[in-house]
Structure formats: C-alpha cells, structure tokens
C-alpha cells in the first residue's frame, strides 16, 4: 500500500530536535561544572579559615581556665578568705547520653544526695548541653576512689581539681566579709557568662558580692586534644586567665574576735568605726554561722535549718536590725539644745520621777521612779535622766529634732561599700502625713515628741548609724562615710591602691565649747561619781566617753510596771551602749546593742569594755601605739 505524503519521514526534522537537545544538554552541564566550581572555591577558598577552624573542632576542644579569686585580708594582714585545691563531680549533659539515668546511678552510688537532687535537675535544664554542670563540690579522698572504680559507666562525668573558696577564720566576720556561692540562675542572669565560663561559685553576700568584679579576674582558656569519644588526651597552650585582685580590709582580726567573743550567746550586733576616717575596724552580727558551708556546696537541709533558726544567724543585724536608740541618742540631743540656744549648761530643773504635759494628766515617767532631784544638762547626761530629755524635746520640737538628727546620719542609710543596709527612722511631721493613709493618724501628738526625746516611739537605728553617729560626736563634727575597703592590691604586681576615705559634710556646730560640755557629760557616764555605766570604769588605763540605752520593746500600760522576770525573754528591753576613746585624740567609736538583754549598763557595756580594752591595751598592759599597719 502506498504512503500518502503528510506521512513521510522528515530525517532534517529530526537531526535538528537531536542537536538543539544535544546543545540544552551541553548548556545544562556546563551550568552544573561551573556551580560544582563556585561552591568548590566558596568552601576551600574563601571560607578555608572558617572550614580549618571547624575541623581542628572535631579533635581541639576550647576549655575555659576559671582565674583564682583574689584574696582578702584584714587590716594587719591576716588571712580571712583564700583558695584551696578541692575535687569536683562534673557533668558535661551532651556527653552524658541520658543526664536523668547518669545522675540517679551517681545517686545509688551515694556521690550526690537525694535532696539535692532538684537542684541538679534544675543546673542542668538551665544550662548549655556543652557546659559542665557541678554536681559536688569538695568530694572526700575515698569519694574520690570510688568514683574512679565506677568511671567508665559514667561517660561525661568527670573529677576536676578546682580551687575552692575557704575561710579559714570560720564564722570570724562572716558577715563583713561574706561568703561565695554556687552560682544560680539568677546570677547568670546578670554577669557575662563569657567571664564566668569554667567558673562554679560567686560572691553571695557582704565584701565577696560588693567587690565581685575586684576579686573574680579575667578568665582564661586552654585547647586541649580530645579523641572521638570527647576524652582529652593532651593540652595545648592557651591564654592565661589574669587572677583577681587582693582586699585589705579596715576591720582588725583581734578586735573583730574580742567583739564576737563579748557578744558570744547573745542576739545582737556591735560596729567600731576609726572616727578619723570612717574605716570599720570591727563589724559584728551575733549569732554569726560558718561561710565554708556555702562553699562545700549546702544541703537543702542544712539551709532550712540555718532560714529556720529562731535566732536567725544569716540576718545581718548591724547593717539590717531596727532598733529604738534609747537613751543613746541624748547627748545628741543636748548638743541640739546648746547649738540653738535653748539650754545652757548652768540651766537646772526638778526631776520628780515622771513629766506631763499642759492639760493632759497622762505621766511620761522617768527610769528612775523617785526622780534625779536637781539637775542639769551634763548631769542629765551622766545620769541619762529622762525627764530633763522630755522637756528639752518639746521645745526643740520633732521637726527641729529631725533636721538635727539628720547631720548625724540618723534614720539614714551610711553608705557602706557593702549591700543589704537599711535605712531606719528618724520621725517628723511630714513622714507622719505620709506613712499613714487615715488622716487622724496622720496627726503628729506632743507625746510622740517627748518619747522621740529618749529614742522611742517612731524612731529607729540601725547598730551601723549609731557607731556612726558616735564617730560624729568623737571627730567634733567631722564626718566620714563608713567603709570596709582599705586598699586593693595586684597579686602579680605587688601594687596596692588605698581607697581614700570620704569626708562629708560637717555638723554645723562650730561652737567647740558645745562639743566639750557634751563629751564631759558622755565621760561623766563612765567616770563620774553617779555614771550609769560607772561599773566599767575600774582598772580602765585610759578614759572613755560613753551613754547607756535601755529600749523598750513593747509599751507598758500608764499603770503597770516592768518585771524582767514576768515577761516573754523576747519581749525584754534591749541593751544598747555607745562609746569612743580615748577622749582627747579618739581612735575608736562603737555602737553595742543586745537583745532582750536589759539594761544597757549591765549588758552591753561591759560587751563594750572589752572591744575597748582589746583594741587600747597592748599585750604589755599600756595603751597600744596605732600607727597604719601595712599588710
């Protein structure tokens, strides 16, 4: 049959659909070459140094070398805080496999406690999977053994040697200098964790959190070799972590150990401050606890024991208490009433044991039931009569006394160079109209005045403000912030930098006889014939101005009378005693309180001589010569 010709083969059709294929396919190829070449120079090219890096990554680990915490010492150069070689239980999660199952078998194997259990889990969850995570710090030598025998069924577990934290004065000014801690979310929160890689603990509280930045340095790293199951093998040089800087501190180690000693069973707090420069020679909060707890790593219970304790030992008085002054704050008051001319010292009045005011017939009584009898502003002082204080408060009245106060840093905060103080209260007319929300509360009374007038009432101090003030009337008027650093030193240079005290603003009372006649009633208190802290006088080698503070710590009735014996230990007055010596060129100033303890003749003076003693007498029996010690 013949082919029609619509049906015939067209072979020039077809030789051209085979070369315009032929030449797409060539195209095609010649794209995919020259991508395989572009990418072939991208990676061995441009980006050889990157590409080398993360290969060298696969066998050359970066580990942080955490810098040694610098050191801190007392003004003499006693030792109170350093560095220890300790073994540590790491895990390293992305190492580890299954975290949960490697820390409950370490668990059974009693290298971490059941309680602090959570605290891991919560470590590890917070934290990189790369990132060694602490589960024990200062493991024992035969800890120690037994995780060796049991290493291999532990991957990413391993032992470090680390330097840790130790005070080797134990609770000595614990809560001067503070303590370290593990660090915990919160501080990871706040610090550049580049700075703190490799680094387990941080300062928590006192010197060690103030001057975190001062004692941490700079860290360091090392590359070190590892083989594919992440195990080193050997290490290789690296950057050199730069240490932390040294601390001298202005506290004195013996006195700090007299003063805890003198405050041994009781709940209180004492401050002694150097009135020429506001450096603290001794910072006390009673009871006190042992910082190396923190740093061996603290149970759960151990802590709820330490939070639970009735006596509460972390709570730093000094810098936190709020107490009445008492009686303490009546020579301020007398200098107020000379310096505004409202007394002299020839100006005598009747105490017949209690005051009232004009059309009132409450009585404000006096301590001493029967009265003082006749007296004057310097024996006003030397007996603390309270009657002689009522009548001078009304008529400086509560805003002149606030204003006064307030040159003496009363119901202010000092300005420590460490964290956690409060501020107190020093009362007035306006505080009143704010703190309350009812407006007949907001009414300031002529009662609350005169009970102002024997540091009662609204008014409160802290045991810092006090030694303070005390420092204030020492130095005549001059006035230095409080602080705890003395210098810092370069552990490589042997440099050290002295921290200038800071002067403020004087008291404005120029009138030198004004400061004499107050200082002669303080020293009245001590050595005079009707002192109420005249028991510590025998045997003193030097003089010393002082006032005695009883302050109430509920309100008695009008009626009623106060039986030591028939109240609540809690609920008894607190024992307060201020004090500097010697008189005429002072070296020391102090603020003792005591809780629930009585009168502060009886308690916290003598707690008060023997801060004195320990600080004015030698070894030998004689006043100590006390040039600047040099650490």
């Not at 040697?161 to 005070?167: I, K």
Request: charged content about 20%.
């Amino acid at each position: 049959m013949a082919l029609r010709a619509g049906q015939l083969k067209d072979h020039w059709r077809e030789q051209r659909i085979f070369s315009t294929r032929l030449m797409v396919a060539g195209v095609v190829g010649l794209l995919l070459i020259a991508l395989l070449l572009v990418r072939l120079i991208f990676l061995q090219v441009i980006n050889f140094d990157h590409y080398r890096e993360l290969s060298h990554g696969n066998r050359i680990r970066i580990e942080p070398v955490p810098p040694t915490r610098g050191l801190i010492f007392d003004r003499n150069g006693i030792l109170l805080a350093e560095n220890l070689p300790a073994y540590q239980l790491e895990l390293i999660p992305e190492q580890a496999g299954d975290p949960e199952a490697t820390i409950e078998a370490l668990q059974l194997q009693q290298l971490i406690a059941a309680e602090d259990m959570p605290d891991i889990r919560n470590q590890i969850r917070k934290r990189r999977r790369f990132e060694a995570v602490p589960l024990r710090y200062r493991l024992a030598d035969d800890e120690v053994a037994r995780f060796a025998v049991q290493r291999p069924h532990f991957p990413g577990v391993d032992i470090r040697a680390r330097l840790a934290r130790h005070y080797p004065a134990d609770t000595l000014a614990v809560h001067a200098v503070g303590y370290v801690g593990a660090i915990d979310p919160d501080d990871l929160r706040r610090v550049d964790n580049n700075d703190y890689a490799g680094t387990t603990h941080i300062g928590k509280v006192g010197v060690e959190q103030a001057f975190e930045p001062t004692l941490h340095g700079t860290v360091g790293h090392q590359q070190v070799i590892v083989n594919a199951q992440g195990r080193a093998l050997q290490a290789l040089p690296g950057a050199t972590p730069d240490p932390g800087h040294d601390i001298i501190l202005t506290l004195d180690a013996t006195l700090q150990r007299a003063a805890e000693q003198a405050l041994a069973g009781s709940r209180g707090a004492a401050v002694a401050i150097d009135p020429g420069s506001g450096g603290i020679l001794a910072l006390v909060s009673s009871p006190g606890y042992d910082p190396n707890l923190f740093g061996e790593g603290l149970t759960r219970a151990q802590f709820d024991r330490l939070s639970g304790d009735p006596d509460k030992p972390l709570f730093n008085r000094a810098l936190r208490g709020h107490y009445p002054p008492g009686s303490t704050i009546k020579p301020i008051l007398a200098l107020a009433a000379l310096h505004y001319s409202i007394r002299s010292t020839h100006d005598e009045l009747i105490c017949p044991g209690y005051f009232m005011l004009p059309g009132d017939d409450h009585r404000y009584r006096d301590w001493k039931k029967e009265g003082h009898g006749e007296i004057n502003l310097n024996s006003a002082i030397e007996q603390s009569c309270d009657v002689y204080f009522y009548e001078l408060a009304l008529e400086l009245g509560i805003d002149r006394m606030h204003e006064f106060m307030s040159y003496f840093g009363i119901g202010q905060p000092t300005g420590i160079d460490i964290r956690g103080e409060k501020s107190g209260l020093m009362p007035s007319r306006q505080w009143k109209r704010t703190a309350f929300s009812e407006r007949s509360e907001q009414v300031w009374f002529p009662g609350e005045t005169l009970i102002t007038g024997i540091g009662q009432g609204f008014m409160l101090t802290t045991p810092l403000q006090l030694a303070q003030a005390t420092a204030v009337i020492a130095a005549r008027g001059k006035r230095y912030q409080p602080h705890l650093i003395r210098a810092v030193r370069d552990p490589l240079t042997g440099e050290l930098i002295e921290k200038a005290p800071r002067q403020l603003e004087p008291v404005p009372v120029t009138n030198a006889r004004h400061w004499a006649t107050v200082i002669a009633g303080m020293t009245d208190v001590v050595h005079g014939e009707h002192g109420t802290a005249m028991a510590i006088s025998p045997g003193l080698g030097y003089r010393i101005a002082g006032k005695t503070g009883t302050a109430q710590v509920f309100t008695i009735a009008q009626d009623d009378e106060y039986d030591e014996e028939l109240v609540d230990e809690r609920l008894r007055h607190h024992a307060l005693f201020i004090a500097f010596a010697p008189i005429d060129e002072p070296q020391i100033a102090l603020a003792v309180v005591i809780e629930n303890a009585g009168s502060g003749a009886s308690a916290a003076a003598p707690a008060a001589r023997a801060m004195l003693d320990a600080w004015m007498i030698g070894s030998a029996g004689v006043v100590a010569d006390r040039a600047v010690p040099q650490p």
